[in-house]
T-cell receptor, first 113, second 116 residues
C-alpha cells in the first residue's frame, strides 16, 4: 500500500527566503506526482505535475523534482512572499491504482513579512 | 468559469440523519472523485467514477453511497450519519484523455460537515 509523508508539518520563514518542502512515498512504481496548494477554507489547486519519466517541472518561482528510486520529491519555492502562505500537499498516482491518488498530510507554510 | 461546484458549503447533521452532498462540473470531465479531509490530515478517497454509470470504491467508502447518472453530476449520499463522518468533503474532476495536462485534478471548494 502506498504511503505518502510530508516533512515538516509546518514551516515559518521570513519573506524573501528560498525554501524546500519534502514529500516521500513508499512505492516507487508511481505514474506521476502532483503538488497542490490549499488556502484556508478553499479547495486544492494543482501547482505542478511530474510524470514518472521526468526529473523536474518548473512554473515561475516553483520547481518540483522527482527521484523515483529514493521515493522522494521536493518543492522548491524561490524568493518566498507572504502570498505563498498556504498548505502544500503532494499526491502520487501509483501505476496499478488506476486513476486514484494517494495524498500526504501537507506542509503548512507561513511566510512572514 | 464555474468549474467544480459543491453544495452546500456548510451543514450540521444530527446522528442518524441522512443527506446528499451535491457536486457538479461543467468541464465535460469523465473522471470524478469524492475525498474527505480530516483536520491536519491528507485527503482520503471515498468513491470515484470514470464515467456516467460507472462508480468504484476508494479507501474509505463505508457509510457512503454514490451515483453517476450524468457526466456533470456526482452526488455523495450519507446514510445514518455518525460523528466519525465529521469532516470536510471535496469533489474533484479531470478529463479522461491521456496527456500531462489532463492528469491535473480540479477541485471544488468543499463542504464542511459536522455530525453532532
Amino acid at each position: 500500500k502506498q504511503e505518502v509523508t510530508q516533512i515538516p508539518a509546518a514551516l515559518s520563514v521570513p519573506e524573501g527566503e528560498n525554501l524546500v518542502l519534502n514529500c516521500s512515498f513508499t512505492d516507487s512504481a508511481i505514474y506521476n506526482l502532483q503538488w497542490f496548494r490549499q488556502d484556508p477554507g478553499k479547495g486544492l489547486t494543482s501547482l505542478l505535475l511530474i510524470q514518472s519519466s521526468q526529473r523536474e517541472q518548473t512554473s515561475g518561482r516553483l520547481n518540483a523534482s522527482l527521484d523515483k528510486s529514493s521515493g522522494r520529491s521536493t518543492l522548491y519555492i524561490a524568493a518566498s512572499q507572504p502570498g505563498d502562505s498556504a498548505t502544500y500537499l503532494c499526491a502520487v498516482r501509483v501505476e496499478t491504482s488506476g486513476s486514484r491518488l494517494t495524498f500526504g498530510e501537507g506542509t503548512q507554510l507561513t511566510v512572514n513579512p | 468559469n464555474a468549474g467544480v461546484t459543491q453544495t452546500p458549503k456548510f451543514r450540521i447533521l444530527k446522528i442518524g440523519q441522512s443527506m446528499t452532498l451535491q457536486c457538479t462540473q461543467d468541464m465535460n470531465h469523465n473522471y470524478m472523485y469524492w475525498y474527505r479531509q480530516d483536520p491536519g490530515m491528507g485527503l482520503k478517497l471515498i468513491y470515484y467514477s470514470v464515467g456516467a454509470g460507472i462508480t468504484d470504491k476508494g479507501e474509505v467508502p463505508n457509510g457512503y453511497n454514490v451515483s453517476r447518472s450524468t457526466t456533470e453530476d456526482f452526488p455523495l449520499r450519507l446514510e445514518l450519519a455518525a460523528p466519525s463522518q465529521t469532516s470536510v468533503y471535496f469533489c474533484a474532476s479531470r478529463p479522461r484523455d491521456r496527456g500531462l495536462a489532463n492528469e491535473k485534478l480540479f477541485f471544488g471548494s468543499g463542504t464542511q460537515l459536522s455530525v453532532l
